[in-house]
Every structure is written in C-alpha cells, then in structure tokens.
C-alpha cells in the first residue's frame, strides 16, 4: 500500500508569514501525528490528530495549529513564522494497533521549512 | 511528562564489530518502545520494538533488550556493516496512545 505522503518537499518563507503544510496518511491509518526535528533538539511532537479531533498536544505554542478531514488527511500551519521555525516536519501515520500489524508510525519524508 | 535519553550520540565502529545503544526512560506508564534508523535525507523508519510483557526481542542481527525495573532498554546490533550507518533513534510511549517521547539520537558509523 502507498506510504505516508507529505507536501510540499521544501518550502522557504520569510519572517512573519504562515504556512500550511499537508499530510496524506496510509490508507486506513485514522491517527496522524506531527514532529518537529531539528538538529538541536531532536524529534518533537507536535499534536495528534484522530477521526478529525485532535487527541494528543506538545509544548508548542498555539502558532502551530492543525486539523485532520474526514478522509484522514491532515495539515499542519505555523502562523507568524520565527527563525526557530525553521527544521524538519515529520508526519506519521499509525493504524489500530493490532497484534496482526506492527505498532508504530510510518513517518512520510517530511517537508523541509527554511524561514529567513 | 516523560523524558528519554539516549546515549552514546554517535558511535564508531569498525564493520563485523557489534554496537550498542542504550536510552532510559522515567515514567512508568511507558510500556512501548520502539527504535528508528534514519539515513541520510531520509524518513526515519522502524526497524524493531519491545512492548513491556517481554524482555528481549530479536530480528536477524538486531535485538532490543528491556529491564522495566531501571527503566531502561537497549539496541544490539551484531556484525554491523557499512550500511547500518545511519542516525538511531530510541522512543518510549504508552501502547495506543500515541505519543512518541524520542530520545535524541546515535549517529552511527560503520567503517569498512
């Protein structure tokens, strides 16, 4: 089946715009999550989204958002772009966790953010 | 909330040797874990997890190793080749509620 797709691949903003960024989980997969990895601090959650609500929150301020449709799709807009925004933007998709299929994410590629 | 660390963060080997990386964990709710490679520009991708019911787990010439009572758990690689190079990354989590504590990273180099 079609792994976990992520667009745009790259995206460069400038200081003080928004940006959206979208993710098309594995066919099935009702939970989608979001991470922020940067070199400095390594892989951090965002949110997660499941059956449109979101069910899971980080520690990232309310400039990041997102929201899941009912297909399971999801998007992830950072608002008021900073500097530090700047990293790479994991997506992850994970199905229901049956003893059958294996737990854990599917990561997509990521979209590269480069804010100046 | 729950904190992983993960130790050494990078690691060289030469190619045949063994490698081993080790994180530990603080909450005792975590009884998932699960261990990423990421090469290169790449996704990171799931290359073998331990849920907290058993102890050890092995896969071809990975194994995961897990004491929940020092609430830590390790990666074995044995007779690593070039192409294990990559950046490792361990997480822990409560199984079906999914949200990922990763620690920060191994980067891993086998030299042929």
């Known amino acids: 089946k079609a792994g976990v797709t992520q667009t745009p691949r790259y995206l460069i903003k400038t200081r003080g715009q928004q940006v959206t960024l979208s993710c098309s989980p594995i066919s099935g997969h009702r939970s989608v999550s979001w991470y922020q990895q940067t070199p400095g601090q390594g892989l951090q959650f965002l949110f997660e989204y499941f059956s449109e609500t979101q069910r899971n929150k980080g520690n990232f301020p309310g400039r990041f958002s997102g929201r899941q449709f009912s297909n399971s799709r999801s998007e992830m807009n950072v608002s008021t772009l900073e500097l530090g925004d700047s990293a790479l933007y994991l997506c992850?998709?994970?199905?229901?966790?049956?003893?059958?299929?294996?737990?854990?994410?599917?990561f997509g590629s990521g979209t590269r953010l480069t804010v100046v | 909330g729950e904190n992983v660390e993960q130790h050494p963060s990078t690691l060289s080997v030469q190619e045949g040797d063994s490698a081993v990386i080790k994180c530990t964990y603080s909450d005792s709710a975590s009884n998932y874990f699960p261990w990423y490679k990421q090469e290169l520009g790449k996704r990171p991708q799931l290359i073998i997890d331990i849920r907290s019911n058993v102890g050890e787990k092995k896969d071809q010439r990975i194994a995961v190793t897990l004491n929940k009572t020092a609430k830590h758990f390790s990666l074995h690689i044995t007779e690593t080749q070039p192409e294990d190079s990559a950046v490792y990354f361990c997480a822990a989590a409560e199984y079906n509620f999914n949200k990922f504590y990763f620690g920060s990273g191994t980067k891993l180099n086998v030299k042929p």
């Open positions: 992850a998709s994970m199905g229901q966790g049956d003893v059958s299929e294996n737990y854990g994410y599917t």
